[in-house]
């Protein structure tokens, strides 16, 4: 009974006999079987020997490396708690490649379900689902018209929060940098925009950026022609690139211009000046994605149209003054 709660990675064990039990299965070489374990559980989705999940990050998500790797952490360790096992794969821009990709994973026999994280188009969707019953979007909305669950970020929400927050310091003119036109972050913040602007307070958007590299480039191109913010919102690998491009133009933070991060990212704290962030539980994004697909295995009757939504808070720190 001790080395089967091992295997099910319960946590009653100590953890000297767990080392000493996991010791000797590699030893031995020893592979717990699937098959058998299903023919005793009285688990859905162990006796359907159905353990295995497709964790499948979307287009876009190399644009905040660490937001998504925290993410993938906390379905990691939902995963192990519920006695899953995700399959991870991030998927191509290319539309060949990326549907070999979806085609190679979902062959697999014996998935229970997908996690799709970042934006994925209807067609994408629509695919998964025709090979994979149960699907939960992860951070981005579902398409229109697709019945499947969502844990999604307060992406509007704080946006919002971030725009007031600087308008309320003072600042009059704020840049938006994100993300291609049409993606589902950059389209929270052209919303918050919309509601925000107004005769006394001008927001850009400023579109195209991939990394931090991009956003250091397109504020030094923006001020060299003239173009000048005294507030900056945006993500925070790409608030890291226009601190470093203010800090080359000789222009300082907070003193001449304000910056607010959106994901509150383990750099944030480190930065110079430290980074005021809109701070989102990255881990239980993940976490919650995988308790929902679970429920859908479990109870199929209440997992029916769920929508979590993440609620964002606002940490404040040297780049707006706090």
């Known amino acids: 009974m001790t080395v089967s709660r091992i295997i099910r990675g319960e946590p ?3 953890e ?3 080392t ?21 559980s009285r688990d859905r989705l162990r006796a359907g020997g159905r353990r295995l999940f497709a964790l499948i990050f979307g287009q ?8 998504f790797h925290d993410i993938a952490h906390g379905v990691e360790q939902a995963a192990a708690e519920s006695g899953l096992y995700p399959i991870q794969i ?3 821009d290319d539309a060949e490649l990326r549907w070999l990709r979806l085609q190679t994973v979902l062959s697999i026999g014996g998935l229970c379900g997908a996690l799709l994280v970042g934006q994925f188009s209807p067609e994408d969707v629509r695919f998964i689902r025709s090979n994979v019953r149960e699907v939960v979007m992860v951070d981005g909305p579902a398409p229109a018209g697709e019945p499947v669950e969502s844990v999604e970020a307060g992406n509007l929400e704080g946006s919002l929060m971030a725009l007031d927050y600087l308008s309320g310091i003072g600042c009059r003119r704020i840049g938006v940098i994100t993300v291609m036109s049409g993606h589902y972050f950059a389209h929270a913040m052209e919303q918050a925009a919309d509601f925000r602007r107004s005769g006394s ?12 590299s991009d956003a250091r480039e397109q504020v030094i191109r923006l001020w060299n022609a003239g173009q000048r913010f005294d507030g900056i919102f945006t993500n925070d690998d790409f608030a890291i690139g226009a601190l470093k491009a203010f800090r080359e133009l000789r222009v300082g933070v907070p003193e001449e211009v304000k910056i607010v991060g ?4 383990q750099y944030a704290s480190f930065t110079v000046p430290s980074l005021t962030s809109i701070r989102i539980d990255k881990f239980l994004l993940g976490a919650e994605a995988v308790r929902t697909l679970a429920l ?8 029916v149209g769920v929508r979590k939504v993440i609620k964002p808070t606002l940490v404040i720190r040297e780049s707006t003054g706090g």
């Open 60 to 67: 876009g998500t190399e644009c905040s490396v660490t937001f």
């Open 90 to 92: 991030a998927l191509q």
């Open 16 to 18: 000297e006999t767990r």
């Open 296 to 303: 859908m295995m479990h109870a199929p009757e209440r997992a």
């Open 201 to 212: 307070l001008q927001i850009e958007m400023v579109y195209g950026c991939q990394s931090s």
């Open 12 to 14: 009653s064990v100590k």
């Open 262 to 265: 959106f994901d509150d990212i």
């Open 20 to 40: 000493r039990v996991i010791r000797v299965m590699k030893d031995l070489g020893y592979v717990p079987s699937a098959a058998a374990q299903s023919l005793r």
